[in-house]
């Protein structure tokens, strides 16, 4: 059964960091293109930002570009996330997605496999 398992969620406070990292227990890892959606209260999801196979080419969102950075380890069958200089309005659950699909960003209903979804909070 394929399955995508976060890790790093948590409480920080305004300026801070965290990795959330997504482990995948498939060895088809390396074929699909990885990314993470996150979802505040009363919002739709939203893509944030993914990487290729390859992990040749990444892709954000403007509200994240220069302080998030995903990165992906084909050996680990893990792709991880790191942020930097949160913001209150980073709060959401991050879910950790793969596709088949090339190009990037790519949506929702083009998402293969989803992770269960972690919590990020920003306090201010």
């Known amino acids: 059964q394929v399955q995508l398992v976060e890790s790093g969620g948590g409480l920080v406070q305004a300026g801070g960091s965290l990795r959330l990292s997504c482990a995948a227990s498939w060895s088809i890892f390396s074929s699909l293109a990885m990314g993470w959606f996150r979802q505040a209260p009363g919002t739709q999801r939203e893509f944030v930002v993914g990487?290729?196979?390859?992990?040749?080419?990444?892709y954000y969102a403007d509200a994240v570009k220069g302080r998030f950075t995903i990165s992906r380890d084909n050996a680990k069958n893990t792709v991880y996330l790191q942020m930097n200089s949160l913001k209150p309005e980073d709060t959401a659950v991050y879910s950790c997605?793969?596709?088949?699909?090339?190009?990037?960003?790519?949506?929702?209903?083009?998402?293969?496999?989803w992770g269960q979804g972690t919590q990020v909070t920003v306090s201010s």
């Open positions: 997605a793969a596709t088949r699909r090339i190009r990037l960003p790519w949506a929702v209903e083009e998402t293969d496999y």
């Open positions: 990487i290729r196979r390859s992990g040749g080419s990444t």
